[in-house]
């Protein structure tokens, strides 16, 4: 069975700079998360869906983060424009039935 | 609120010797603990959870966690350490929709 899917896995921006992370969740898993973890830190929930529906995104920074999750399955996260301080792990996650979140491999953003 | 708290940032255990990464929770209703463990440039890899049963959980590479609902912890455990085990580990506690993290312990096991 195939795990939670992030492209890209890396990449340098510059600030002002649009960039746009894409995650394939487990197959069949309805809940999707998008996490983001600074270095040293443990993660810190951005926004979860359940389905197509954006039922918790308090700690999305809504004016530079936007998010989607079309037709309940794949998902992408956007940040523009970019900061120095948004340079951190853009880590995507689902679970299904049994409560156990699976993470992907993240993708690594560093603006400078 | 719910929290979770990991106090060690980092422990050190020699290769053989059993280890012990602690993890302490406050949470309103019944607690479900995870613990999730991350190699460099990797994403986290579940290792086990508690949800409801024996206070002992067993999961992958040999480790295991004790619930202990009066000290509301639940600390992760092996009785040998190797050096495969280095990396970076994370508690998490979820109760309703809420999931949250620790900070995590980085454990270095020494050979």
């Known amino acids: 069975e195939a795990g939670v899917v992030q492209s890209p896995r890396y990449k340098i921006i510059e600030k002002k700079q649009p960039v746009a992370f894409w995650c394939n969740p487990i197959s069949g898993h309805n809940t999707l998360y998008w996490y983001l973890q600074n270095l040293g830190q443990g993660p810190e929930l951005l926004i979860r869906y359940e389905n197509e529906e954006a039922v918790d995104d308090s700690q999305l920074p809504k004016d530079r983060f936007s998010a989607e999750r079309l037709k309940g399955v794949d998902s992408t996260l956007k940040i523009q424009p970019a900061e120095l301080g948004d340079s951190a792990v853009y880590l995507c996650?689902?679970?299904?039935?049994?409560?156990?979140?699976?993470f992907g491999e993240g993708s690594w953003l560093t603006v400078v | 609120a719910q929290s979770v708290a990991q106090p060690e940032d980092q422990v050190n255990v020699a290769e053989g010797n059993p280890l012990t990464v602690k993890c302490t929770y406050s949470v309103s209703g019944n607690p479900y603990l995870f613990w999730y463990v991350q190699y460099p440039n990797r994403g986290l890899q579940f290792l086990l959870k508690y949800i409801t049963g024996d206070n002992l959980v067993k999961g992958s590479y040999g480790f295991e966690a004790e619930f202990n609902k009066s000290q509301t912890s639940f600390h992760l455990k092996k009785p040998s350490a190797l050096v495969s085990d280095s990396a970076l580990y994370f508690c998490a506690v979820r109760a309703y929709d809420k999931i949250i993290f620790g900070k995590g312990t980085r454990l270095h096991i020494l050979p």
């Open positions: 996650a689902s679970s299904g039935v049994g409560n156990t979140i699976y």
